[in-house]
């Protein structure tokens, strides 16, 4: 099963979702013990977490997605075999690395973490080169390089013991990843949800509106750019109230509250419901309504990237191993597992103090890729069925 012709290695979402999904209750787990002191670390038990959730968990399941996705996007060739067995292993050695980053020099362990990202740009950029659509070669790689950028000021900032420009990386990290969920989401959730209505004789997906998306985008980056250079707060506030706005306006396109009643679709527009309520209380928080500033974060983090996660994990796990689109009861109660934690970790962070809702709210949110494992980790290590042979249902 270890061999480069593994079923395992046929596609990017098999390993980088297995190990995604491993990771999971171990890194929170991690950050629990640091919070009490049970786990030694060289930073700050924050700045470990958010590290370890963005660059570890987080871009497993990203470019375990992306990766999946982008053959039928833009009509690359998969990366599988042993280039895809090398990318796993650069993940792993950074995890590697940041549990022994107590015993190691910090230098070491960015050695370990940083070859990833500049490396999977450096391999998908000649493929783009030769696609007809430039805009996947004007958006995928700048996007991985940003994010690499972002960690890069990570690692400095570690090195030279600066706490807050190692959450500003953070920041600017999370930026990086909203970024890549508006542009992966915002090409599949209306597709999805538009064959779903379709399906159910409710209406047809809306048309492309690019001068919409551009304002998707441009939106963000206006967001990320005022608030990475510390804008005076209403001008931030502003952004963040107009993405809201414009992304509501976006997602009410799609009307996926028709659709309500399929999970598969549901959890999917339902992240981008967290992702307008983060920016909306992003804006409340620049303009003095809120006190928490972690509060809009959990809202993408934990709201709209967790159930958007769930959601497109599930789909492509049904999807690329020839097993039908229907969702298991388990996997029902995992979405809702998923919705509680959101709910449980923003009312954690508007009222300090509830760490037994915290652990909570962190167990919660850990369930749902027990479960997934539970339910799909035998399919990602076999062969996929044929697909004449799946039932036609979902």
Not at 69 to 83: C, D, H, K, M, V
Not at 215 to 224: F, I, K
Request: glycine share 10%.
């Amino acid at each position: 099963m270890l061999g480069s012709r593994a079923p395992l290695w046929a596609s990017p979402f098999r390993p980088l979702h297995l190990l995604g999904a491993l990771y999971a209750p171990l890194a929170i787990g991690g950050g629990a013990g640091a919070w009490l002191g049970r786990v030694p670390l060289p930073t700050t038990p924050a700045l470990w977490h958010g590290h370890e959730m963005l660059f570890g968990f987080a871009l497993a399941i990203v470019l375990g997605t992306l990766l999946t996705a982008l053959p039928s996007w833009a009509g690359t060739p998969e990366i599988r075999g042993r280039p895809l067995a090398a990318l796993t292993a650069l993940w792993l050695l950074g995890r590697v690395a940041f549990w022994a980053a107590p015993w190691l020099p910090a230098w070491a362990v960015a050695l370990a973490d940083l070859p990833l990202l500049p490396l999977l740009a450096a391999l998908v950029t000649p493929a783009l080169l030769r696609v007809p659509n430039r805009l996947y070669l004007l958006l995928l790689p700048p996007l991985l390089l940003a994010l690499a950028g972002a960690n890069i000021a990570y690692h400095l900032a570690v090195v030279g013991n600066d706490a807050a420009l190692a959450a500003q990386a953070l920041r600017a990290g999370v930026y990086g990843v909203i970024a890549i969920f508006l542009l992966k989401g915002g090409v599949l959730v209306p597709i999805f949800t538009g064959n779903a209505l379709r399906a159910a004789g409710r209406g047809e997906q809306p048309p492309f509106r690019l001068p919409l998306e551009a304002a998707a985008l441009g939106s963000v980056l206006l967001l990320a750019a005022l608030d990475l250079a510390h804008a005076p707060r209403p001008l931030v506030g502003s952004a963040a109230l107009l993405c809201a706005l414009v992304h509501g306006a976006r997602s009410a396109r799609w009307r996926g509250w028709r659709v309500a009643g399929q999970p598969l679709v549901a959890s999917l527009n339902l992240a981008f419901a967290w992702l307008i309520a983060a920016f909306a209380l992003k804006a409340a928080v620049e303009f003095g309504l809120l006190a928490s500033d972690d509060a809009w974060l959990h809202a993408f983090t934990v709201g709209a990237l967790g159930l958007m996660m769930l959601g497109l994990m599930n789909r492509v796990v049904l999807r690329h191993t020839g097993r039908a689109l229907a969702v298991p009861a388990a996997m029902r109660l995992a979405y809702a597992s998923m919705l509680a934690a959101a709910l449980l970790r923003l009312a954690v962070g508007l009222h300090a103090g509830a760490t037994p809702l915290l652990a909570l709210a962190g167990l919660l949110w850990a369930l749902p890729f027990v479960v997934y494992l539970a339910l799909y980790g035998r399919a990602l290590l076999a062969p996929s069925l044929p697909r004449t042979q799946t039932p036609r249902t979902g």
